[in-house]
DNA sequence: ATTGTTTCCGTAACCGTTTCAAGGATTTCC
DNA sequence: GGAAATCCTTGAAACGGTTACGGAAACAAT
């Protein structure tokens, strides 16, 4: 009903605030007023407006409202991947909130791969979203920072603001949002639970240099171990990415090079850990019973597996995250920062060494 | 540099195709066509426009794009979580696929709620995305029903298509792509192999009334029993979602009642499987030694588990979703449909029943 | 040399909003 | 009663692209 019969097509058209200025037997100006927040207008206006809003369906067009007010209600994240279950989670958090806050969430994935990272931001700079989160792990080298200090200034200059969430910030010359979690910390807890427990041969799974979040907990391994006076033995630094194959292949690795040298295991996340575990298992040898094991993470398999392990808030990341840049985007000045906790949850697959053992 | 002079602002702006034009010495009609589509263009002016291009950091703003072509390269998808590991997945398909083909991913939760299905299909209307991919469970109602048939008719009009993504048609007046999945197959598959097994009591966990892909997989397991010549007791039909706290719920509820009174259970997913399998321990009943089970999924829990199981190509459905979409968008015609299949996957939570058991 | 084809490129009219400067209608004040 | 202030409302210029249409140049054919 009510198209414009000069614009003759075959199928039917959205009907533009031209139509409902028409219907409403007012200016596309008035329309467009009091549609978008409520401007002064008098209440038979408004009402003559608003009806014929309903009887149009009319709906505004996104892209042509971002392009005349240079501003799309939306935030984009880019994530390793959406089925790892702490990426899941944060990319939860940011959905959540975005919806929360009427922005539309766009996503994309990098595999893990910077390179892919970079295309993905220069990707989503192309749809001027209000935020570009970026999530996890990665390897950042200095052609990625030179890359990623370009194309964080782009999105400055266009009113769009890079968090890096979950990672620490890329320099003093990079404009960001940061949202950090403390993995150093966990990593600690982590390693300090096991070695309280008297276990002195911790294996360390996960080892990645050059990725922030590995590295993060390897530094927290290491304290800990220093301030137990337990000597730090490389070897048992063990590298591998986050992945449960990746964790069951490098214990199994481990075993099949002879017998066990340790009797604890620190695996980065719980993917890793549950790999490990069934490396284990294989070998006959159970856990706690033959070797005690700390997760990282607390998501679904470490309660299917009783793993004690250490929780990271993932969807407070992603909420956190949106919040700080619609923060930051709103009342401006330097971009904010935070740092968020994590916590040690005891479940049972830790069990005391005996003197005799050590 | 060469920004306009004439419109001086404080932060720097994002160079337009005007700006690329007088760099290069073309007109912006010449700069558009050339950067989209390969348009005759001389070689000169090509790798003219190329270099402005390049030195200027140009980027199209999609949005201008999108008004004037009346196009955004982008799909949609709405799940009911993005953490819940079958969502997720299909959710990685559509990511890879999307942007395979260098389109946008838009994404949306409902918590399984169908009014928040509805908001969302109308926001991500505003978007004008290519395509509006719907996943999963829901309870459709005639009020839903009617609403989402007005919206689909909405999105065909902006030349979106909604595409139904492991659920079946809405109906002959709701124009969607259609990508099923043979849950009713993979449930018959499940309970037949308990039955071969030779088990004859066998829970059913998680009926939920209206909803499509409850009501697939029960209809499987019904057949199943039919053609065995088992009767159906509708007493063994358990209600509840697809979570893993309702599995154990369920499961839990249900060893209180008295002593059990099965021998074998069938899980909707492999999430209800973990919950259903850690109340049975709790209560020292083994899995596969007293009760034998099979889920549905196939997805990480389930290896952790050792769980017999029904795979489900989560991905592929994704993936299938976004082409067929685009396929549709090209070529027209009437929406496509398609049906994936499901399989067994053997592990160790199935033991035979022996005769005097039964 | 004229005409017809091709090929390449430019002009300008949109696409559907927002927003600003300015206009008309009331009310308020002296 | 007229000027000033106030309140709504409007016309029109952006925003940054795409694309229909047409012109100019280059080349081939008559």
Redesign the pocket.
Known sequence: MARKAS?PEDGA??????E??EHA?????????????N????P???SRVMRAVKELD????V???A?????HKSIAIIVNSVISPHYAHVAQGVQTMAAEAGRLCQIGTTGGDAERELDMVRFMREQHPEAVILVGNVNADDEYRSRMSRYAHALEAIGSRLVLCGRPPLGPDVPAVVVECDYTGGAFAATSHLLSAGHRRILFLGQRPGYTTAEARIAGYRKALAAHGVPNDPDLEVDGTFERHEGYRMTRERLDAGTPDFTAVFACNDQIAAGARQALLERGLGVPDDVSMVGFDDLPPAMDIDLTTIYQPHEELGRTAVRLALEHAENGGPPPRTVLGTHLVIRGSVRPLLPAQR
Do not use: D, F
Not at 58 to 61: D, E, F, Q, S
């Open positions: 614009r058209r959205q009907s533009t605030i031209r409902v200025a037997g007012v200016s596309v100006a008035t329309v467009s007023r009091i549609l978008s927040g401007y002064p207008a008098s038979a206006t408004r009319y709906v505004a067009n892209h042509a409202r392009l005349a007010g240079s501003k």
